[in-house]
């Protein structure tokens, strides 16, 4: 079969949707369903026309040689994986952080299962795997997006290594409480640290600013993410306020020895970190606010920097820089920024401050631009 190139393919997630779709299947692809319920006779008179069958599970060979004679394409579902492929929507944290084992969450069991398989080079059929995985992510993460006002999305970025006793912690998820009460959905790189403060402070977005601080202090009682009480401190915020709100993790196994928070209500997990950095970045139209980090958050600072100096994702986006002392002197990142942005549409869509407030109202008054 000729492989499609041009045409929009239309996705099917589930029985329902290939019954619904009746006797012409075309410009297709069925992704990940089980199929047992429909027998060869059901295939035999179907139209089949550029139809892919990638994951699905069939009653027999029968119906597979059928829809191989008509012309469609079947890739079949691959045993020993930790993880499902062709998967149709986002983690939750009650997913990954179930046990898979005793002692060992899924997270953690694909995280190993990652490096033993060979970070980065593994062999082609897993490398396949993890590319097809990350793609459902990018297909979850797209229905995530289409449910919400893209010009109220806002990235937090910040440093994985700032521990919950850091004031700047505090001062991050006081950020994500006032930005998710100000109507922005929240979402961070699903980490630890700066990450997980944001998306802890959108969680609680829905309590009065008091209980961030309560919240906080159960939390630093527990400063290593590698000990059981990192997660039980955890797990025990979410119990005393269990009317969370909802914001989005984007983590990656490529940093898996990093904890995943537990605060995100959706997480968009990828193998592949090049991916899953271009795409938070890129999703961030409402603007995206740099928390004090490293050389990690460096990189994400330039990288949206690089979008905003050539609109090639067709907005100017705000990008506010969390701590006037790291930002403007230490090191200067901040004025090389304004250098490269100077004359530049998208250098009115600076700015620094350490005051929450300070950017909720920036935001407000700057929201994001088409640059074409």
């Keep these: 079969m000729k492989l499609s190139t041009t045409t929009n393919l239309t996705v099917l997630k589930t029985l329902q949707d290939v019954r619904e779709a009746g006797t012409a299947l075309r410009d297709v692809v069925v992704k990940g369903v089980k199929l047992q319920s429909l027998n060869a006779k059901y295939w035999q008179s179907v139209v089949i026309s550029n139809v892919y069958f990638i994951g699905c599970v069939f009653d027999g060979l029968g119906s597979q040689d059928i829809l191989l004679s008509k012309g469609a394409l079947v890739f079949p579902p691959i045993s020993g994986l930790l993880y499902d492929p062709y998967r149709n929507d986002l983690y939750t944290p009650k997913e990954l952080f179930s046990e898979f084992c005793p002692g060992t969450t899924l997270d953690k069991a694909i995280y190993d299962s990652f490096v033993a398989k060979g970070k980065f080079y593994p062999d082609t059929i897993e490398a396949l795997m993890r590319r097809i995985h990350d793609d459902s992510i990018d297909a979850g993460l797209q229905e995530l997006i289409k449910s919400r006002s893209e010009d109220k999305i806002v990235g937090v970025m910040g440093g994985s290594g700032n521990k919950r006793n850091d004031p700047w912690y505090r001062t991050t998820a006081v950020t994500g409480w006032l930005l998710a009460r100000s109507g922005y959905f929240v979402m961070s790189g699903g980490g630890p640290g700066m990450m997980e403060a944001a998306n802890l402070g959108a969680y609680l977005a829905k309590y009065d600013a008091p209980v961030v601080d309560k919240a906080i ?156």
């Design 217 to 372: 202090d159960l939390l630093k009682t527990a400063l290593d993410q590698n000990t059981p009480e990192y997660w039980k401190t955890a797990t025990e915020v979410k119990k005393m306020f269990p009317n969370g709100s909802e914001s989005l993790g984007i983590p990656t196994w490529f940093y898996g020895f990093e904890a995943t928070n537990l605060f995100s209500s959706r997480i968009a997990k990828y193998f592949a970190n090049s991916i899953r950095e271009a795409g938070m970045l890129q999703i961030a139209r409402a603007g995206v606010i740099f928390a004090p980090g490293s050389a990690g958050t460096r990189q994400e600072i330039f990288m949206e920097a690089a979008q905003d100096h050539y609109g090639s994702t067709g907005y100017y986006s705000p990008m506010v820089f969390l701590g006037t002392k790291q930002y403007q002197t230490d090191p200067a990142v901040y004025p090389l920024v304004q250098s490269v942005a100077k004359g530049r549409e998208y250098a009115n869509f600076l700015a620094i401050t350490d005051e929450p407030n300070d950017i909720v109202t920036f935001l407000q008054t700057h929201p994001p631009k088409p640059s074409q």
